[in-house]
C-alpha cells in the first residue's frame, strides 16, 4: 500500500484526531468550533492549510522525515537541522515599546526599541508566510510548574521540528488540561524559515525575534534555530514574574538533596556547566536552565531541557547521554550515514550542537519540577578565559551581590552566532542576553531572599587553570564535581580558606580529591609575571564593567570587587 504524500485541507474530523482525548464528543465539538474561530480571527484561512494541534511525538517524526530531511538516530532521537543560523541572534532581539511596559524595560542594546506599527507588519508577514504552509503545527503548554505563577503559552510554527523541540521544552498538558486550556497568554508565531523584511522600519537584517508585551505575543523571522523561542519564553517570564508576580526569575539550574532535602540554584550562562552540573545522581532534578525562586520555594519554568552536546559522552555525562533517546530531538549533530550514530566530536555544522529533552528523561529528576523549600546553597558558575580566578570561593554577601550584577563568564563557541572562540564578557545576573527589568531589580530581589534565608554562595570557575585560553587547560570536571558535592556535604563550608589577592576570594587551602595548585590559580601558573599580568587585566575589566551600576549599589557591594594598586 502506497501512502499519500499529502492529507487533505483541514476538516473537523481531522481536527478531532489532532486534538488529544476529550471525554466526550460534545466537549470536542466545542473544543472545534472555538479553535476554528480563534485561528480565523487571527488571520488563518483554515481552508488552506492542515493545522496539526499538540500532535503525537510519532506524527511530528513522521512529518520532520517526510519534508524536513531528517533523520532517526541510532539512539532513537530525531536528528534535525536549524539552517544558516545555528545559534541565537541577540542583536536581532526587539521589544515592542508600548504603554503598558516601556517603563518597566531596561531599554538598550540587549532590549532594542521597535515600534507597535513595524511589529504588526512583522506579525502579518509572518501569518501570511503560515498561511502558505500546508502543515500548520500548534502545540498549547505551560511555563511554570508552580500552577500558582504558571502561564499558557501557545506556540505555532511550520516545521514539526520546531513543534517536537516545544513539546519538550514547554511543560506538557494532561488530556484534560488541554481539552480546557482555552486562551493562551502568550503566543509564538514562529516563521523563523521566512525572512524579515530588512528595509521595514527599524529593521537591521532579515532576521527578527520580537515579543511585544501588550499582546503577550512573540513573533520569528529569519531563524530556524529553535533556541529563539526557547528563551523568548524565559524572557517573558523574566518580566511577569518579577512585576506581576513579585517572584524572582532567574537563568539557573537548580537540584535538591535526596536525604537532606536542601536545594541548591546554579546560577551561569550556557557553556558554564549548569545542566552537567545540575545532573547529579546523588540529587535529585528540579531543571537545568530556567527557574523561579517564589515565596514558596523553587519551581522550573520549563518542561525538558535543552543540553550542550560538543564533545558528549556515556562516561562524562551519562544522565545526559542516556537522555538522547525516542521522543529527544538532536539538534545540528553530525551523524554517520551508514549507522547514523551521532558524532558528538564533529564541529563542522557548529560548536552549539544540542539536545532538547523531556525532563523526566533524566532518571532522578523531581515530577512536578517543585519544591516548597527554601534554597541553602547557591552556586555561581563562571568561565574564566584569563584561568586566573579560582575554581572555588566562598563569598560575603556583598561579594554575592557584586558578582551577580557583573557575571562575569566567556561565551563559548557556537553559543552566540559568530561566536568561535571564548570571548571574556560581563553578563549582568548570568542572564543580560534575555534580561528584561534593570538588573538592579534582580539584583536587589536576591540580596532579600538570601539574607532571609541565610543561603551561602559559591563562585565557581569551570574555566582555564595553569594558564589563559590557548596555554592552560580547562578545570577538569571530576574536579569540578569534587567540589559541588563538598558544598552539598558541608564539608566545603567546614574547610580552612585564604584570601586571594587581587579579588579579595575565600578560598580553601585544601580539599581531599582536588590538587593544591588548582585551589590556589598562582601556584598553577609557572610564569608568575604572565599570571599577575592576566589577574590585573581581569581586575580592570571587572572594574570598567561595574561601572555602569556602581551608583545604584551600596559602597560595600562596590568594594566587593577586585582592588588593584
Same mark, same amino acid.
Request: charged share 25%; net charge negative.
Given at each position: 500500500?502506497?501512502?499519500?504524500?499529502?492529507?487533505?485541507?483541514?476538516?473537523?474530523?481531522?481536527?478531532?484526531?489532532?486534538?488529544?482525548?476529550?471525554?466526550?464528543?460534545?466537549?470536542?465539538?466545542?473544543?472545534?468550533?472555538?479553535?476554528?474561530?480563534?485561528?480565523?480571527?487571527?488571520?488563518?484561512?483554515?481552508?488552506?492549510?492542515?493545522?496539526?494541534?499538540?500532535?503525537?511525538?510519532?506524527?511530528?517524526?513522521?512529518?520532520?522525515?517526510?519534508?524536513?530531511?531528517?533523520?532517526?538516530?541510532?539512539?532513537?532521537?530525531?536528528?534535525?537541522?536549524?539552517?544558516?543560523?545555528?545559534?541565537?541572534?541577540?542583536?536581532?532581539?526587539?521589544?515592542?515599546?508600548?504603554?503598558?511596559?516601556?517603563?518597566?524595560?531596561?531599554?538598550?542594546?540587549?532590549?532594542?526599541?521597535?515600534?507597535?506599527?513595524?511589529?504588526?507588519?512583522?506579525?502579518?508577514?509572518?501569518?501570511?508566510?503560515?498561511?502558505?504552509?500546508?502543515?500548520?503545527?500548534?502545540?498549547?503548554?505551560?511555563?511554570?510548574?508552580?500552577?500558582?505563577?504558571?502561564?499558557?503559552?501557545?506556540?505555532?510554527?511550520?516545521?514539526?521540528?520546531?513543534?517536537?523541540?516545544?513539546?519538550?521544552?514547554?511543560?506538557?498538558?494532561?488530556?484534560?488540561?488541554?481539552?480546557?486550556?482555552?486562551?493562551?497568554?502568550?503566543?509564538?508565531?514562529?516563521?523563523?524559515?521566512? @525572512?524579515?523584511?530588512?528595509?521595514?522600519?527599524?529593521?537591521?537584517?532579515?532576521?527578527?525575534?520580537?515579543?511585544?508585551?501588550?499582546?503577550?505575543?512573540?513573533?520569528?523571522?529569519?531563524?530556524?534555530?529553535? *533556541?529563539?523561542?526557547?528563551?523568548?519564553?524565559?524572557?517573558?517570564?523574566?518580566?511577569?514574574?518579577?512585576?506581576?508576580?513579585?517572584?524572582?526569575?532567574?537563568?539557573?539550574?537548580?537540584?535538591?538533596?535526596?536525604?537532606?532535602?536542601?536545594?541548591? =540554584?546554579?546560577?551561569?550562562?550556557? $557553556?558554564?556547566?549548569?545542566?552537567?552540573?545540575?545532573?547529579?545522581?546523588?540529587?535529585?532534578?528540579?531543571?537545568?536552565?530556567?527557574?523561579?525562586?517564589?515565596?514558596?520555594?523553587?519551581?522550573?519554568?520549563?518542561?525538558?531541557?535543552?543540553?550542550?552536546?560538543?564533545?558528549?559522552?556515556?562516561?562524562?555525562?551519562?544522565?545526559?547521554?542516556?537522555?538522547?533517546?525516542?521522543?529527544?530531538? =538532536?539538534?545540528?549533530?553530525?551523524?554517520? @550515514?551508514?549507522?547514523?550514530?551521532?558524532?558528538?566530536?564533529?564541529?563542522?555544522?557548529?560548536?552549539?550542537?544540542?539536545?532538547?529533552?523531556?525532563?523526566?528523561?533524566?532518571?532522578?529528576?523531581?515530577?512536578?519540577?517543585?519544591?516548597?523549600?527554601?534554597?541553602?546553597?547557591?552556586?555561581? =558558575?563562571?568561565?574564566?578565559?584569563?584561568?586566573?580566578?579560582?575554581?572555588?570561593?566562598?563569598?560575603?554577601?556583598?561579594?554575592?551581590?557584586?558578582?551577580?550584577?557583573?557575571?562575569?563568564?566567556?561565551?563559548?563557541?557556537?553559543?552566540?552566532?559568530?561566536?568561535?572562540?571564548?570571548?571574556?564578557?560581563?553578563?549582568?545576573?548570568?542572564?543580560?542576553?534575555?534580561?528584561? =527589568?534593570?538588573?538592579?531589580?534582580?539584583?536587589?530581589?536576591?540580596?532579600?531572599?538570601?539574607?532571609?534565608?541565610?543561603?551561602?554562595?559559591?563562585?565557581?570557575?569551570? $574555566?582555564?587553570?595553569?594558564?589563559?585560553?590557548?596555554? $592552560?587547560?580547562?578545570?577538569?570536571?571530576?574536579?569540578?564535581?569534587?567540589?559541588?558535592?563538598?558544598?552539598?556535604? *558541608?564539608?566545603?563550608?567546614?574547610?580552612?580558606?585564604?584570601?586571594?589577592?587581587?579579588?579579595?576570594?575565600?578560598?580553601?587551602?585544601?580539599?581531599?580529591?582536588?590538587?593544591?595548585?588548582?585551589?590556589?590559580?598562582?601556584?598553577?601558573?609557572?610564569?608568575?609575571?604572565?599570571?599577575?599580568?592576566?589577574?590585573?587585566?581581569?581586575?580592570?575589566?571587572?572594574?570598567?564593567?561595574?561601572?555602569?551600576?556602581?551608583?545604584?549599589?551600596?559602597?560595600?557591594?562596590?568594594?566587593?570587587?577586585?582592588?588593584?594598586?
Amino acid at each position: 500500500m502506497v501512502l499519500p504524500h499529502h492529507t487533505p485541507y483541514v476538516t473537523p474530523q481531522i481536527l478531532h484526531r489532532n486534538y488529544a482525548q476529550a471525554h466526550d464528543t460534545e466537549q470536542f465539538g466545542t473544543l472545534i468550533g472555538k479553535d476554528l474561530e480563534y485561528f480565523s480571527q487571527a488571520g488563518f484561512e483554515m481552508d488552506k492549510i492542515q493545522l496539526k494541534r499538540n500532535a503525537p511525538v510519532a506524527q511530528l517524526y513522521e512529518d520532520a522525515i517526510r519534508n524536513e530531511g531528517a533523520i532517526i538516530s541510532s539512539s532513537g532521537a530525531l536528528i534535525n537541522f536549524s539552517g544558516k543560523k545555528t545559534g541565537r541572534s541577540p542583536k536581532d532581539k526587539r521589544i515592542v515599546y508600548e504603554e503598558t511596559s516601556k517603563d518597566d524595560i531596561w531599554w538598550g542594546s540587549v532590549n532594542i526599541k521597535m515600534d507597535e506599527h513595524t511589529f504588526e507588519i512583522n506579525r502579518e508577514r509572518a501569518i501570511d508566510y503560515l498561511n502558505t504552509r500546508e502543515n500548520v503545527y500548534v502545540f498549547d503548554g505551560y511555563a511554570g510548574w508552580d500552577p500558582r505563577y504558571r502561564i499558557k503559552v501557545r506556540v505555532i510554527c511550520a516545521r514539526a521540528y520546531h513543534a517536537l523541540f516545544m513539546h519538550n521544552m514547554l511543560i506538557r498538558p494532561t488530556p484534560e488540561q488541554l481539552a480546557d486550556f482555552g486562551e493562551p497568554d502568550f503566543i509564538i508565531y514562529n516563521a523563523g524559515q521566512f @525572512p524579515a523584511n530588512r528595509f521595514t522600519k527599524g529593521m537591521s537584517s532579515t532576521t527578527s525575534v520580537e515579543i511585544n508585551f501588550k499582546r503577550m505575543e512573540m513573533v520569528i523571522l529569519g531563524t530556524e534555530y529553535a *533556541g529563539e523561542m526557547k528563551k523568548g519564553v524565559f524572557s517573558v517570564m523574566h518580566y511577569l514574574q518579577p512585576v506581576k508576580f513579585g517572584q524572582l526569575s532567574l537563568h539557573s539550574s537548580a537540584n535538591v538533596g535526596i536525604e537532606k532535602n536542601d536545594v541548591t =540554584l546554579f546560577f551561569g550562562l550556557s $557553556g558554564t556547566g549548569k545542566t552537567t552540573l545540575s545532573a547529579d545522581p546523588n540529587r535529585l532534578l528540579i531543571g537545568d536552565d530556567e527557574h523561579v525562586w517564589s515565596d514558596n520555594g523553587v519551581f522550573n519554568i520549563e518542561g525538558g531541557c535543552y543540553a550542550k552536546c560538543i564533545n558528549l559522552s556515556a562516561e562524562k555525562e551519562p544522565e545526559i547521554f542516556n537522555a538522547i533517546r525516542y521522543g529527544s530531538i =538532536l539538534e545540528n549533530v553530525v551523524y554517520n @550515514p551508514a549507522d547514523r550514530n551521532p558524532d558528538y566530536d564533529d564541529v563542522s555544522i557548529t560548536e552549539n550542537t544540542r539536545c532538547a529533552y523531556p525532563i523526566e528523561y533524566i532518571p532522578n529528576a523531581k515530577i512536578p519540577c517543585v519544591v516548597d523549600r527554601q534554597p541553602s546553597n547557591i552556586i555561581m =558558575l563562571t568561565c574564566d578565559a584569563f584561568g586566573v580566578l579560582p575554581p572555588v570561593s566562598k563569598l560575603t554577601p556583598e561579594q554575592a551581590s557584586y558578582h551577580f550584577l557583573a557575571g562575569y563568564t566567556s561565551k563559548t563557541p557556537g553559543t552566540e552566532d559568530g561566536v568561535l572562540e571564548p570571548i571574556p564578557t560581563f553578563s549582568t545576573c548570568y542572564s543580560a542576553p534575555f534580561i528584561v =527589568l534593570h538588573p538592579g531589580r534582580y539584583a536587589e530581589m536576591l540580596a532579600e531572599r538570601m539574607d532571609k534565608h541565610k543561603v551561602d554562595c559559591w563562585l565557581i570557575n569551570t $574555566g582555564w587553570t595553569g594558564g589563559k585560553f590557548g596555554t $592552560g587547560k580547562r578545570c577538569p570536571l571530576k574536579y569540578t564535581r569534587r567540589i559541588v558535592d563538598a558544598v552539598h556535604s *558541608g564539608e566545603l563550608a567546614k574547610a580552612e580558606f585564604e584570601t586571594f589577592g587581587t579579588f579579595g576570594l575565600s578560598i580553601p587551602t585544601s580539599l581531599e580529591g582536588v590538587p593544591r595548585e588548582l585551589l590556589n590559580p598562582e601556584l598553577a601558573w609557572s610564569d608568575k609575571e604572565a599570571f599577575r599580568k592576566e589577574i590585573r587585566k581581569l581586575g580592570v575589566m571587572f572594574q570598567r564593567a561595574f561601572a555602569l551600576y556602581e551608583k545604584d549599589v551600596e559602597t560595600k557591594v562596590r568594594l566587593a570587587g577586585p582592588q588593584l594598586d
